[in-house]
């Protein structure tokens, strides 16, 4: 299932699972993530990370595993 929104000034796109799967973040239900900040990308997981969290991200990071992890 996907999922998008938006939290701030942040844009999320999601792609998660019932159960979680080796390929998911930390063995959890997300395999897919992508973090936006305008164009700019601040983090990339797809079934491993492409472009790790950005420091100014990390909240909204941590808001997102918490609640699709």
């Known amino acids: 299932m996907w999922t998008n929104g938006k939290i701030g000034e942040y844009t999320f796109y999601i792609k998660h699972y019932e159960e979680g799967s080796e390929y998911g973040i930390n063995n959890g239900r997300i395999s897919k993530l ?8 601040l983090a990339n997981y797809d079934r491993g990370w492409d472009k790790k969290v950005a420091k100014e991200a990390i909240e909204v990071f941590k808001a ?3 609640q699709y992890n």
Request: aromatic share 0%; glycine share 10%; proline share 0%.
């Open 64 to 66: 997102l595993l918490k």
């Open 34 to 41: 992508e973090i936006r900040k305008g164009r700019e990308i």
